[in-house]
Protein backbone atom coordinates (compact mmCIF):
# COMPACT_ATOMS: atom_id res chain seq x y z
CA UNK A 1 0.00 0.00 0.00
CA UNK A 2 1.86 3.24 -1.16
CA UNK A 3 -1.02 5.73 0.35
CA UNK A 4 -3.83 4.86 2.89
CA UNK A 5 -6.77 7.44 3.79
CA UNK A 6 -8.81 6.74 6.95
CA UNK A 7 -12.22 8.93 6.62
CA UNK A 8 -9.99 12.29 5.50
CA UNK A 9 -12.06 15.42 5.19
CA UNK A 10 -10.23 18.78 4.13
CA UNK A 11 -11.72 21.06 7.05
CA UNK A 12 -11.78 24.18 7.29
CA UNK A 13 -12.83 26.10 10.72
CA UNK A 14 -13.66 22.55 11.66
CA UNK A 15 -15.84 22.52 8.69
CA UNK A 16 -15.63 19.77 6.24
CA UNK A 17 -15.51 20.78 3.17
CA UNK A 18 -16.92 17.14 1.41
CA UNK A 19 -17.85 13.71 3.68
CA UNK A 20 -14.66 11.73 4.59
CA UNK A 21 -13.52 9.20 1.73
CA UNK A 22 -11.13 6.18 3.04
CA UNK A 23 -9.38 4.83 0.22
CA UNK A 24 -5.79 2.78 -0.40
CA UNK A 25 -3.43 3.44 -3.06
CA UNK A 26 -1.65 0.74 -4.13
CA UNK A 27 1.80 0.16 -6.69
CA UNK A 28 0.57 0.15 -10.26
CA UNK A 29 -2.97 0.84 -9.76
CA UNK A 30 -4.89 3.86 -11.67
CA UNK A 31 -7.29 6.06 -9.00
CA UNK A 32 -9.73 8.79 -10.21
CA UNK A 33 -11.34 11.40 -7.78
CA UNK A 34 -14.76 12.28 -8.94
CA UNK A 35 -16.90 14.70 -7.85
CA UNK A 36 -18.60 18.16 -8.38
CA UNK A 37 -16.58 21.02 -9.60
CA UNK A 38 -15.30 23.28 -5.82
CA UNK A 39 -15.64 19.83 -3.60
CA UNK A 40 -12.30 20.28 -2.95
CA UNK A 41 -10.51 17.20 -4.82
CA UNK A 42 -7.50 19.34 -5.70
CA UNK A 43 -7.48 20.21 -2.13
CA UNK A 44 -6.33 16.40 -1.44
CA UNK A 45 -3.71 16.95 -3.37
CA UNK A 46 -2.67 19.48 -1.13
CA UNK A 47 -2.98 17.05 1.87
CA UNK A 48 -1.08 14.33 0.72
CA UNK A 49 1.99 16.28 -0.27
CA UNK A 50 2.05 18.22 2.84
CA UNK A 51 0.57 22.00 1.88
CA UNK A 52 -3.12 21.55 3.65
CA UNK A 53 -2.47 20.64 7.25
CA UNK A 54 -6.68 21.43 7.85
CA UNK A 55 -7.76 17.92 7.64
CA UNK A 56 -9.58 15.30 9.78
CA UNK A 57 -8.92 11.75 9.54
CA UNK A 58 -5.50 9.93 9.01
CA UNK A 59 -3.29 9.44 5.83
CA UNK A 60 -0.29 7.50 5.70
CA UNK A 61 2.01 6.78 3.40
CA UNK A 62 4.23 3.17 3.01
CA UNK A 63 2.40 2.87 6.59
CA UNK A 64 4.04 5.91 7.89
CA UNK A 65 1.62 8.71 9.36
CA UNK A 66 2.21 12.05 7.37
CA UNK A 67 5.03 14.15 8.72
CA UNK A 68 8.01 16.60 7.68
CA UNK A 69 10.43 13.37 7.25
CA UNK A 70 7.39 11.46 5.10
CA UNK A 71 6.77 14.44 3.14
CA UNK A 72 9.95 14.69 1.90
CA UNK A 73 10.07 10.92 1.31
CA UNK A 74 6.51 11.73 -0.40
CA UNK A 75 7.66 14.37 -2.81
CA UNK A 76 10.38 12.32 -3.69
CA UNK A 77 8.54 9.80 -4.86
CA UNK A 78 5.36 11.93 -6.38
CA UNK A 79 5.09 14.24 -9.41
CA UNK A 80 2.38 16.50 -9.57
CA UNK A 81 0.61 17.97 -12.00
CA UNK A 82 -1.44 20.72 -11.01
CA UNK A 83 -4.71 21.75 -12.32
CA UNK A 84 -3.29 25.48 -13.47
CA UNK A 85 0.65 25.87 -14.24
CA UNK A 86 0.82 29.26 -12.30
CA UNK A 87 4.42 30.20 -13.15
CA UNK A 88 6.54 33.33 -13.04
CA UNK A 89 5.78 35.64 -16.02
CA UNK A 90 8.97 35.77 -17.76
CA UNK A 91 9.95 32.25 -17.61
CA UNK A 92 10.25 30.48 -20.96
CA UNK A 93 8.78 26.46 -21.81
CA UNK A 94 12.47 25.58 -21.71
CA UNK A 95 13.12 27.01 -18.32
CA UNK A 96 9.85 25.46 -16.86
CA UNK A 97 11.04 22.22 -18.27
CA UNK A 98 14.37 22.05 -17.10
CA UNK A 99 13.59 24.23 -13.51
CA UNK A 100 13.04 20.83 -11.37
CA UNK A 101 16.30 19.11 -12.81
CA UNK A 102 18.43 22.52 -10.95
CA UNK A 103 17.18 20.77 -7.66
CA UNK A 104 19.62 18.38 -5.41
CA UNK A 105 17.43 15.91 -6.16
CA UNK A 106 16.21 15.30 -9.35
CA UNK A 107 20.34 16.78 -11.18
CA UNK A 108 21.08 13.15 -12.28
CA UNK A 109 18.09 12.76 -14.08
CA UNK A 110 18.26 15.85 -16.17
CA UNK A 111 17.00 14.90 -19.95
CA UNK A 112 18.85 15.40 -22.88
CA UNK A 113 17.40 17.80 -25.79
CA UNK A 114 16.67 14.71 -27.69
CA UNK A 115 14.65 13.13 -24.92
CA UNK A 116 12.82 16.55 -24.12
CA UNK A 117 12.29 16.73 -28.31
CA UNK A 118 11.29 12.58 -28.27
CA UNK A 119 8.74 13.82 -25.19
CA UNK A 120 7.35 17.02 -27.07
CA UNK A 121 6.64 14.69 -30.33
CA UNK A 122 4.99 12.39 -28.45
CA UNK A 123 2.84 15.02 -27.46
CA UNK A 124 2.78 16.59 -30.61
CA UNK A 125 4.18 19.48 -29.78
CA UNK A 126 6.48 21.67 -31.99
CA UNK A 127 10.53 22.24 -30.48
CA UNK A 128 10.04 25.45 -31.19
CA UNK A 129 7.38 26.20 -28.31
CA UNK A 130 10.68 25.10 -26.04
CA UNK A 131 11.74 29.08 -26.29
CA UNK A 132 8.24 30.72 -25.88
CA UNK A 133 6.72 32.04 -22.71
CA UNK A 134 4.27 29.93 -20.67
CA UNK A 135 2.23 32.74 -20.95
CA UNK A 136 1.81 33.01 -24.75
CA UNK A 137 1.06 28.90 -24.85
CA UNK A 138 -2.46 27.54 -25.62
CA UNK A 139 -4.15 25.35 -22.52
CA UNK A 140 -3.61 22.83 -24.29
CA UNK A 141 -0.45 23.38 -24.79
CA UNK A 142 0.19 24.34 -21.53
CA UNK A 143 -1.49 21.25 -20.04
CA UNK A 144 0.75 18.77 -22.27
CA UNK A 145 3.98 20.73 -21.41
CA UNK A 146 2.82 19.84 -17.71
CA UNK A 147 2.32 16.16 -18.56
CA UNK A 148 5.89 15.78 -20.29
CA UNK A 149 7.78 17.78 -17.63
CA UNK A 150 6.16 15.05 -14.67
CA UNK A 151 7.13 12.24 -17.23
CA UNK A 152 10.96 13.36 -17.60
CA UNK A 153 10.55 13.83 -13.87
CA UNK A 154 10.73 9.90 -13.82
CA UNK A 155 8.98 9.22 -10.40
CA UNK A 156 6.40 6.11 -9.82
CA UNK A 157 3.44 7.67 -8.68
CA UNK A 158 1.73 10.73 -10.57
CA UNK A 159 -0.94 13.30 -8.85
CA UNK A 160 -2.68 14.68 -11.85
CA UNK A 161 -5.10 17.53 -10.82
CA UNK A 162 -7.47 17.20 -14.36
CA UNK A 163 -4.91 16.18 -16.99
CA UNK A 164 -6.66 15.89 -20.16
CA UNK A 165 -9.50 18.83 -19.32
CA UNK A 166 -8.25 20.94 -22.04
CA UNK A 167 -7.67 18.24 -24.95
CA UNK A 168 -9.00 17.29 -27.81
CA UNK A 169 -10.24 13.80 -28.38
CA UNK A 170 -7.46 12.32 -30.15
CA UNK A 171 -4.70 13.83 -27.81
CA UNK A 172 -6.81 12.82 -25.16
CA UNK A 173 -6.57 9.31 -25.95
CA UNK A 174 -2.89 9.72 -26.12
CA UNK A 175 -2.37 10.79 -23.17
CA UNK A 176 -4.46 8.30 -21.70
CA UNK A 177 -2.76 5.56 -23.16
CA UNK A 178 0.34 7.52 -21.78
CA UNK A 179 -0.59 7.19 -18.50
CA UNK A 180 -3.05 5.20 -17.76
CA UNK A 181 -1.20 2.04 -20.27
CA UNK A 182 1.29 2.55 -18.12
CA UNK A 183 2.05 -0.33 -15.51
CA UNK A 184 5.06 1.35 -13.99
CA UNK A 185 3.07 4.24 -12.78
CA UNK A 186 1.43 4.56 -9.77
CA UNK A 187 -1.69 6.93 -10.94
CA UNK A 188 -3.99 9.51 -8.56
CA UNK A 189 -5.92 11.58 -10.47
CA UNK A 190 -9.06 14.08 -10.65
CA UNK A 191 -11.26 14.32 -13.55
CA UNK A 192 -14.56 15.20 -14.84
CA UNK A 193 -13.76 13.13 -18.06
CA UNK A 194 -15.36 10.08 -18.79
CA UNK A 195 -13.16 8.73 -20.79
CA UNK A 196 -10.11 8.82 -18.11
CA UNK A 197 -12.36 7.72 -15.51
CA UNK A 198 -12.99 4.57 -17.50
CA UNK A 199 -9.53 3.74 -17.93
CA UNK A 200 -9.31 4.28 -14.01
CA UNK A 201 -9.04 0.97 -12.10
CA UNK A 202 -10.85 2.47 -9.06
CA UNK A 203 -13.06 6.13 -8.85
CA UNK A 204 -13.62 7.73 -5.18
CA UNK A 205 -16.43 9.90 -5.43
CA UNK A 206 -16.82 13.30 -3.11
CA UNK B 1 35.69 77.73 0.88
CA UNK B 2 32.94 80.41 2.84
CA UNK B 3 30.62 78.79 5.15
CA UNK B 4 27.69 77.93 4.66
CA UNK B 5 24.48 80.99 4.69
CA UNK B 6 22.44 80.60 7.38
CA UNK B 7 18.67 80.72 5.83
CA UNK B 8 15.93 82.83 8.90
CA UNK B 9 13.37 80.95 10.04
CA UNK B 10 10.96 83.81 8.54
CA UNK B 11 12.41 82.92 5.00
CA UNK B 12 12.20 79.83 5.41
CA UNK B 13 8.38 79.79 6.43
CA UNK B 14 8.01 82.33 3.53
CA UNK B 15 9.43 79.95 0.85
CA UNK B 16 7.07 77.13 1.96
CA UNK B 17 4.56 79.36 0.14
CA UNK B 18 6.18 77.79 -2.88
CA UNK B 19 4.16 75.11 -1.80
CA UNK B 20 0.85 77.00 -3.44
CA UNK B 21 1.97 76.02 -7.05
CA UNK B 22 1.69 71.89 -5.92
CA UNK B 23 -1.18 72.06 -4.18
CA UNK B 24 -2.86 73.96 -6.91
CA UNK B 25 -2.14 71.13 -9.20
CA UNK B 26 -3.04 68.15 -7.03
CA UNK B 27 -6.66 69.91 -6.02
CA UNK B 28 -6.85 70.93 -9.17
CA UNK B 29 -6.80 67.05 -10.56
CA UNK B 30 -9.02 66.09 -7.76
CA UNK B 31 -5.91 63.72 -6.70
CA UNK B 32 -7.36 63.70 -2.92
CA UNK B 33 -3.59 64.38 -1.87
CA UNK B 34 -3.68 67.56 -0.66
CA UNK B 35 -4.71 67.49 2.94
CA UNK B 36 -1.97 64.73 3.32
CA UNK B 37 0.53 66.48 1.14
CA UNK B 38 -0.31 69.38 3.55
CA UNK B 39 -0.06 67.40 6.91
CA UNK B 40 3.54 65.76 5.75
CA UNK B 41 4.95 69.48 5.06
CA UNK B 42 4.07 70.22 8.26
CA UNK B 43 5.54 66.83 10.10
CA UNK B 44 8.55 67.61 8.42
CA UNK B 45 8.76 70.88 9.36
CA UNK B 46 7.96 69.71 12.87
CA UNK B 47 10.20 66.89 13.20
CA UNK B 48 13.36 68.58 11.25
CA UNK B 49 12.88 71.50 13.68
CA UNK B 50 13.01 68.69 16.64
CA UNK B 51 15.77 66.91 15.16
CA UNK B 52 17.78 70.09 14.78
CA UNK B 53 17.48 70.97 18.05
CA UNK B 54 18.23 67.31 19.52
CA UNK B 55 21.04 66.80 17.17
CA UNK B 56 22.85 69.54 18.06
CA UNK B 57 22.69 68.55 21.89
CA UNK B 58 23.91 65.00 20.81
CA UNK B 59 26.97 66.60 18.86
CA UNK B 60 27.95 68.69 21.08
CA UNK B 61 27.39 65.75 24.07
CA UNK B 62 29.44 63.02 21.59
CA UNK B 63 28.67 60.61 24.22
CA UNK B 64 28.99 57.14 22.79
CA UNK B 65 25.90 55.49 24.72
CA UNK B 66 24.20 58.18 23.39
CA UNK B 67 24.97 57.75 19.94
CA UNK B 68 24.19 54.56 19.68
CA UNK B 69 20.76 54.72 21.77
CA UNK B 70 19.82 57.09 19.32
CA UNK B 71 20.66 55.01 16.12
CA UNK B 72 18.84 52.47 18.23
CA UNK B 73 15.62 54.58 17.95
CA UNK B 74 16.39 55.21 14.28
CA UNK B 75 16.64 51.05 13.73
CA UNK B 76 13.35 51.05 15.73
CA UNK B 77 11.48 53.33 13.34
CA UNK B 78 13.03 51.55 9.94
CA UNK B 79 12.38 47.98 11.17
CA UNK B 80 8.06 49.39 12.25
CA UNK B 81 8.58 50.80 8.43
CA UNK B 82 9.59 48.41 6.38
CA UNK B 83 6.97 45.85 8.14
CA UNK B 84 4.06 48.58 7.44
CA UNK B 85 5.41 49.31 4.18
CA UNK B 86 5.68 45.95 3.02
CA UNK B 87 2.57 45.01 4.40
CA UNK B 88 3.81 42.33 6.83
CA UNK B 89 3.32 41.41 10.28
CA UNK B 90 5.95 42.97 12.61
CA UNK B 91 6.10 40.10 15.42
CA UNK B 92 7.20 37.55 12.47
CA UNK B 93 10.06 39.75 11.29
CA UNK B 94 11.27 41.56 13.90
CA UNK B 95 14.17 39.47 14.97
CA UNK B 96 15.43 39.06 11.40
CA UNK B 97 15.28 43.03 10.79
CA UNK B 98 16.74 43.38 13.69
CA UNK B 99 19.86 41.05 13.40
CA UNK B 100 20.47 41.86 9.81
CA UNK B 101 20.64 45.49 9.93
CA UNK B 102 22.58 45.75 12.92
CA UNK B 103 24.85 42.68 11.32
CA UNK B 104 25.00 45.26 8.33
CA UNK B 105 25.80 48.44 9.71
CA UNK B 106 28.36 46.82 12.36
CA UNK B 107 30.22 45.48 8.92
CA UNK B 108 29.87 48.04 6.48
CA UNK B 109 29.33 51.30 8.63
CA UNK B 110 32.77 50.38 11.16
CA UNK B 111 34.25 49.34 7.58
CA UNK B 112 33.75 52.96 6.10
CA UNK B 113 34.33 54.55 9.05
CA UNK B 114 37.54 53.14 10.13
CA UNK B 115 39.33 52.38 6.71
CA UNK B 116 37.83 54.89 4.36
CA UNK B 117 37.48 57.88 6.41
CA UNK B 118 39.53 56.96 8.98
CA UNK B 119 38.12 58.62 11.40
CA UNK B 120 39.93 57.61 15.01
CA UNK B 121 36.70 57.70 17.12
CA UNK B 122 34.13 55.34 15.06
CA UNK B 123 31.05 56.33 17.43
CA UNK B 124 32.34 60.32 16.81
CA UNK B 125 28.67 62.09 16.41
CA UNK B 126 29.19 63.95 13.53
CA UNK B 127 30.26 60.83 11.38
CA UNK B 128 28.48 57.65 12.98
CA UNK B 129 25.22 59.50 13.08
CA UNK B 130 24.36 61.08 9.69
CA UNK B 131 26.35 58.34 7.67
CA UNK B 132 24.54 55.29 9.70
CA UNK B 133 21.07 57.59 9.45
CA UNK B 134 21.79 57.63 5.33
CA UNK B 135 22.57 53.74 5.31
CA UNK B 136 19.29 53.28 7.36
CA UNK B 137 17.01 54.98 5.22
CA UNK B 138 18.46 53.42 2.06
CA UNK B 139 18.26 49.84 3.62
CA UNK B 140 14.71 51.04 4.97
CA UNK B 141 13.47 51.78 1.34
CA UNK B 142 15.23 48.38 -0.12
CA UNK B 143 13.59 46.08 2.35
CA UNK B 144 10.43 47.60 1.93
CA UNK B 145 10.41 47.02 -1.91
CA UNK B 146 12.36 43.36 -1.72
CA UNK B 147 10.45 42.04 1.68
CA UNK B 148 7.35 42.63 -0.09
CA UNK B 149 8.03 41.62 -3.64
CA UNK B 150 9.39 38.43 -1.65
CA UNK B 151 6.59 36.84 0.50
CA UNK B 152 3.80 38.45 -1.61
CA UNK B 153 4.73 36.97 -4.76
CA UNK B 154 5.79 33.64 -2.79
CA UNK B 155 1.69 34.15 -1.92
CA UNK B 156 0.56 35.44 -5.21
CA UNK B 157 2.55 32.15 -7.05
CA UNK B 158 1.51 29.25 -4.50
CA UNK B 159 1.03 27.14 -6.83
CA UNK B 160 4.52 27.82 -8.72
CA UNK B 161 6.35 27.79 -5.33
CA UNK B 162 4.53 24.51 -4.21
CA UNK B 163 4.80 22.95 -8.10
CA UNK B 164 8.36 23.37 -6.99
CA UNK B 165 8.91 21.91 -3.44
CA UNK B 166 6.41 18.99 -4.49
CA UNK B 167 9.12 18.40 -7.54
CA UNK B 168 11.63 17.87 -4.51
CA UNK B 169 12.99 21.55 -4.27
CA UNK B 170 14.54 22.58 -1.20
CA UNK B 171 13.10 25.53 0.34
CA UNK B 172 16.41 27.30 -0.55
CA UNK B 173 16.09 25.95 -3.73
CA UNK B 174 12.22 27.32 -4.59
CA UNK B 175 12.49 30.34 -2.97
CA UNK B 176 15.26 31.20 -4.70
CA UNK B 177 13.38 32.17 -8.17
CA UNK B 178 11.72 34.79 -5.97
CA UNK B 179 14.95 35.96 -4.12
CA UNK B 180 15.82 36.87 -7.69
CA UNK B 181 12.81 38.74 -8.24
CA UNK B 182 12.81 40.75 -5.55
CA UNK B 183 16.32 42.02 -5.67
CA UNK B 184 15.43 42.96 -9.56
CA UNK B 185 12.94 44.96 -8.16
CA UNK B 186 14.85 46.20 -5.21
CA UNK B 187 18.02 47.38 -6.73
CA UNK B 188 17.49 48.44 -10.20
CA UNK B 189 16.25 52.12 -9.79
CA UNK B 190 19.77 52.24 -7.57
CA UNK B 191 21.63 50.77 -9.85
CA UNK B 192 19.92 53.25 -12.94
CA UNK B 193 20.87 56.26 -10.61
CA UNK B 194 24.32 55.22 -9.61
CA UNK B 195 24.80 55.18 -13.75
CA UNK B 196 23.22 58.70 -14.18
CA UNK B 197 24.27 60.54 -11.06
CA UNK B 198 26.38 63.58 -11.12
CA UNK B 199 25.05 64.15 -14.73
CA UNK B 200 21.80 65.37 -14.32
CA UNK B 201 21.96 66.69 -10.95
CA UNK B 202 24.55 66.84 -7.91
CA UNK B 203 23.13 64.12 -5.22
CA UNK B 204 22.26 65.32 -1.67
CA UNK B 205 25.45 64.41 0.68
CA UNK B 206 27.27 66.45 -2.12
CA UNK B 207 25.79 69.03 -2.40
CA UNK B 208 25.03 69.53 1.41
CA UNK B 209 29.12 68.81 1.79
CA UNK B 210 29.95 71.80 -0.79
CA UNK B 211 27.51 73.73 1.01
CA UNK B 212 28.67 73.07 4.41
CA UNK B 213 31.90 74.46 3.20
CA UNK B 214 33.99 71.83 1.56
CA UNK B 215 35.76 71.56 -1.33
CA UNK B 216 34.35 69.74 -4.53
CA UNK B 217 37.10 67.16 -4.72
CA UNK B 218 36.46 66.08 -1.15
CA UNK B 219 32.95 66.46 -1.58
CA UNK B 220 32.64 63.44 -4.07
CA UNK B 221 34.53 61.01 -2.69
CA UNK B 222 32.35 61.06 0.23
CA UNK B 223 29.67 60.87 -2.19
CA UNK B 224 31.59 57.64 -4.00
CA UNK B 225 31.71 55.97 -0.19
CA UNK B 226 28.51 56.58 0.16
CA UNK B 227 27.19 55.03 -3.01
CA UNK B 228 29.10 51.85 -2.41
CA UNK B 229 28.43 52.13 1.50
CA UNK B 230 24.98 52.06 0.58
CA UNK B 231 24.39 49.81 -2.51
CA UNK B 232 26.59 47.43 -0.28
CA UNK B 233 24.51 47.69 3.09
CA UNK B 234 21.45 47.59 0.95
CA UNK B 235 22.00 44.22 -0.75
CA UNK B 236 24.07 42.30 2.85
CA UNK B 237 20.73 43.63 4.42
CA UNK B 238 18.13 42.73 1.85
CA UNK B 239 19.88 38.83 1.70
CA UNK B 240 20.28 38.60 5.48
CA UNK B 241 16.72 39.35 6.50
CA UNK B 242 14.91 37.02 3.65
CA UNK B 243 17.70 34.47 4.96
CA UNK B 244 17.53 35.04 8.72
CA UNK B 245 13.11 35.08 8.77
CA UNK B 246 12.90 31.59 6.88
CA UNK B 247 12.65 29.46 10.25
CA UNK B 248 9.95 32.17 11.53
CA UNK B 249 7.94 32.43 7.98
CA UNK B 250 8.02 29.08 6.42
CA UNK B 251 6.94 25.91 8.47
CA UNK B 252 8.32 22.47 8.41
CA UNK B 253 7.25 21.62 5.68
CA UNK B 254 8.23 24.60 3.49
CA UNK B 255 5.22 26.45 3.31
CA UNK B 256 4.79 30.23 3.62
CA UNK B 257 2.55 30.61 6.66
CA UNK B 258 0.22 33.10 5.27
CA UNK B 259 -0.52 34.58 8.24
CA UNK B 260 2.29 36.37 8.25
CA UNK B 261 1.01 38.89 5.01
CA UNK B 262 -0.93 41.85 6.40
CA UNK B 263 -4.02 42.09 4.56
Not at chain 1, 55 to 65: A, C, I, L, R
Not at chain 2, 97 to 115: E, P, W
Request: net charge positive; charged share 15%; with cysteine.
Amino acid sequence: MLFTLHNVAVAYDNKPIFSPVSFELNTGEKMAISGPSGKGKSSLFNVLLGFEHRYQGEVFFDGKPLSPVVIQEVRKQVAWLPQEINVLPTQTVREFIYTPFEYQVNKHKRPSINQVESRLEELDLKAEILDHTIGSVSGGEKQRIGILTVLLLQRSILFLDEPVAALDARMKKKVVDLLLGNNQLTVLSTSHDAVWNDHCDKIVTL
Amino acid sequence: MESTVDISWTALLISELFLAIPLFVLGYYRTHLVKATVISVLRMTVQLFLVGIYLGYIFKLNNPLVNVAWVMVMLGVTCQTIARRGELKLKYFLIPFVVSIVFTLAVVDFFFLGFTVRIGYLLDARYFIPITGMMLGNIMQSNVIASNSFYHNIYKNKVAFRFALASGATRHEAVFPFVGEALKKAFNPTIAQMATIGLVSLPGMMTGQILGGNDPSVAIKYQIMMMVAIFTANVISVILCIRLSGRFIFDAYGNLREEVIRN
